[in-house]
């Protein structure tokens, strides 16, 4: 993604943008982490935190930037308002950093864990 300015261009990375992105997601309650785009076996791996802007797809199709989540929720949340809560959350931090509009986030589950928090003692 770039800008012609007067003093000059600005461009701005994809991996720049999905750092971002990948920073919105974490912030979000039920998210456990980001997960590689493609499954390799039966169980998602949470990528460790050096590596989450792996769960992030950038593309630039037509001057539109649209955004592909790849992620791991608590087990146990309501999927579909955690999704949702993403998508805004995303689409507001990264339009607010770059001044331009995101044209889709796209949120993909790609597993569910219980959490390790034992509460019962």
Do not use: W
Request: charged fraction near 25%; aromatic fraction near 4%; glycine fraction near 8%.
């Amino acid at each position: 993604m770039a800008e012609e300015r007067r003093l000059g261009r600005i461009e701005v990375s994809p991996v720049a943008i999905a750092g971002l992105a990948a920073a919105a997601v974490l912030e979000c309650y039920g998210v456990v982490g980001m997960a590689h785009r493609t499954l390799s076996g039966a169980l998602a791996e949470v990528l460790h935190r050096d590596d989450y802007r792996r769960g992030v797809q950038v593309r630039v199709v037509n001057q539109r930037i649209i955004i592909d989540l790849y992620v791991v929720l608590e087990y146990g949340v309501r999927i579909s308002e955690v999704a949702h809560n993403i998508m805004e959350n995303v689409k507001f931090r990264v339009e607010k950093a770059l001044g331009v509009p995101i044209d889709e986030v796209n949120v993909h589950v790609q597993g569910l864990r219980v959490s390790t928090n034992s509460s019962e003692e």
